[in-house]
């Protein structure tokens, strides 16, 4: 697929022409390793400019399943992306959960919290909220939901328009 390759900075691979698709199906392709190991991608999904992937390696007859995330960008040549796996704890959570359950153990401290975090963000942004729910953003305030679709919420006496990617959680009952 790479006729010309254009590396760039801080581990970005843009190939010239390629489509966001292209990428997409290079990266989620089976291939072997110059050592002779096996990295077979069992199952991926696309999430914004993000793909995940359950990925088992075999290496002297061990088999390891973890996550890879690659990371979409379009440059002036075309699509690339940037490799990354669960060790780095990169920061990018919306893999699904069963994903994880489809995987060996945490490769190390960064592979655990990085998978907390995955079942946590799943937590907040899968909840099903409600008209009177109060939830805390990001920013740090604890605003009361008035409308679910749209999704929207009230702090201070004024109404503003939400997106989930504000939501921290629900406020937490101590906290009310």
């Not at 007859?61 to 040549?77: C, N, Q």
């Not at 994903?99 to 998978?115: G, I, V």
């Not at 999704?151 to 006496?157: F, P, Q």
């Amino acid at each position: 697929m790479r006729k010309e390759e254009r590396k760039d900075e801080m581990g970005w691979s843009h190939t010239y022409g390629a489509s966001k698709t292209d990428i997409i199906e290079e990266v989620t392709s089976s291939y072997t390793g110059a050592s002779g190991t096996t990295f077979k991608k069992l199952k991926h999904c696309v999430r914004g400019n993000a793909v995940y992937a359950v990925v088992e390696m075999v290496r002297d007859g061990k088999t390891e399943r973890f996550i890879a995330v690659y990371l979409l960008s379009k440059s002036d040549v075309g699509w690339g992306y940037k490799a990354m796996d669960e060790g780095c704890h990169p920061y990018h959570y919306a893999c699904p959960v069963t994903y994880l359950d489809l995987c060996t153990e945490p490769m190390n401290d960064y592979s655990a919290k990085w998978r907390e975090k995955v079942r946590y963000f799943n937590k907040v942004h899968n909840c099903k909220l409600a008209v009177g729910d109060k939830v805390l953003l990001t920013n740090g305030w604890t605003v009361e939901i008035t409308s679910v679709k749209p999704l929207r919420c009230s702090y201070n006496g004024s109404n503003y328009k939400l997106a989930r990617k504000l939501l921290v959680g629900p406020e937490s009952k101590e906290a009310a």
